[in-house]
């Protein structure tokens, strides 16, 4: 038995309209765990002052994105070794 802690919830679609996001993003944070959410028989309740945590991947894939804002392309290649000779690269 699951017990829903006291508090203010809203609706999937309330919460969407109100945090200018769609009904599957929603639905696809309430998946990934991103966002606390009840089911009661089949209807999500989303706690009125949730928060989407940050998906960001931490996997090196956003390595010198800062670079890349600020329009230092050179600073992007070093610190994702790009441009490297061939055979020092392996």
């Known amino acids: 038995m699951t017990t829903i802690p006291s508090g203010r919830y809203m609706s999937v679609r309330e919460y969407a ?3 200018g996001v769609t009904i599957g993003a929603i639905y696809a944070a ?3 765990k991103r966002l606390s ?3 009661i ?3 999500w ?3 009125k002052n949730a928060i989407i ?3 960001r991947n931490t996997d090196g894939r956003m390595k010198g994105y800062s670079f890349l804002r600020k329009n230092d392309i050179e600073g992007f ?3 994702r070794g790009i441009g ?3 055979n020092t690269a392996r």
């Open 77 to 79: 290649k070093k610190i």
């Open 30 to 32: 309430i998946r990934t």
């Open 84 to 86: 490297k000779d061939e």
């Open 17 to 19: 309209k109100q945090n």
């Open 37 to 39: 959410a009840y089911n």
């Open 45 to 47: 309740i989303v706690p």
């Open 53 to 55: 945590s940050n998906s």
């Open 41 to 43: 028989d089949g209807i």
